[in-house]
């Protein structure tokens, strides 16, 4: 089964600073996403990448940057942060057409 | 409009029970996959299904592409199966993206 971790687990920020969650997968899948959660809304797709180097953007990219540097990490940056970005954040990893696994999930709070 | 209409939106069951969620798409899915979120907020996977049926112990989905919707059934429900329940579907554009869309969830509280 995949495996796909995140950190941090949880963080706490002030409004217009940077913040960098990251993702790592071990399952060599080529395609990686990042999601947000909010109650009302289940969850929504940030960015997404097919591979290393590439990034695209998703459903709702306003105001967040990815970063795919390799096949196992992604990273879902936030140059500005604002309060309307406290939510919790998923990874996940699949095959282009084939399940997804997710994260445990990153808590943001921004203050 | 959602593409993913979810229903219920919660459900009470009690333990030895069952019952069905259920998803309609308003476009034309490639494949659904179902997750339980659990207490602790992990995403657990449950089924993925290009079409079909699959069943694992007390659960059991169908996906009806044609049709646009896909349900998950649940029997003999134990407190454990407490949680919200997701639905997320790939819309069939010809490219592979991956790319899922969510319902927003079924809450699902199974009490003795």
């Known amino acids: 089964e995949a495996a796909v971790t995140q950190s941090p687990r949880n963080k706490v920020a002030v409004t217009g600073g940077k913040v960098t969650l990251s993702c790592n997968q071990t399952?060599?899948?080529?395609?990686m996403y990042w999601y947000r959660q909010d109650t009302g809304h289940g969850l929504r797709l940030i960015h997404y990448?097919?591979?290393?180097?590439?990034?695209e953007k998703g459903d709702i990219p306003d105001g967040y940057k990815a970063s795919r540097p390799s096949q196992e990490n992604f990273s879902l940056i936030l140059e500005l942060a604002t309060p309307s970005q406290t939510s919790v954040y998923f990874c996940?990893?699949?095959?282009?057409?084939?399940?997804?696994?997710f994260g445990p999930g990153t808590r943001l709070t921004v203050l | 409009g959602d593409q993913v209409e979810q229903s219920p939106s919660a459900l009470s069951l009690h333990e030895g029970t069952g019952s069905a969620l259920r998803c309609n798409f308003t476009?034309?899915?490639?494949?659904v996959q179902w997750f339980q979120q659990n207490s602790r907020g992990s995403l657990i996977n449950l089924f993925y299904?290009?079409?079909g049926t699959k069943e694992n112990g007390r659960l059991k989905s169908t996906f009806n592409s044609k049709e646009s919707y896909s349900t998950l059934h649940i029997r003999d429900a134990q407190l454990e199966d407490s949680g919200t329940y997701f639905c997320?579907?790939?819309?069939?554009?010809?490219?592979?993206?991956?790319?899922?869309?969510f319902g927003h969830g079924t809450i699902l509280r199974v009490h003795p």
């Open positions: 996940a990893s699949g095959l282009g057409g084939r399940e997804q696994y």
């Open positions: 399952n060599n899948h080529n395609n």
């Open positions: 990448s097919y591979g290393a180097g590439s990034t």
């Open positions: 476009t034309t899915m490639r494949a």
């Open positions: 299904l290009a079409s």
């Open positions: 997320a579907a790939e819309a069939n554009t010809g490219a592979n993206t991956g790319k899922l869309t």
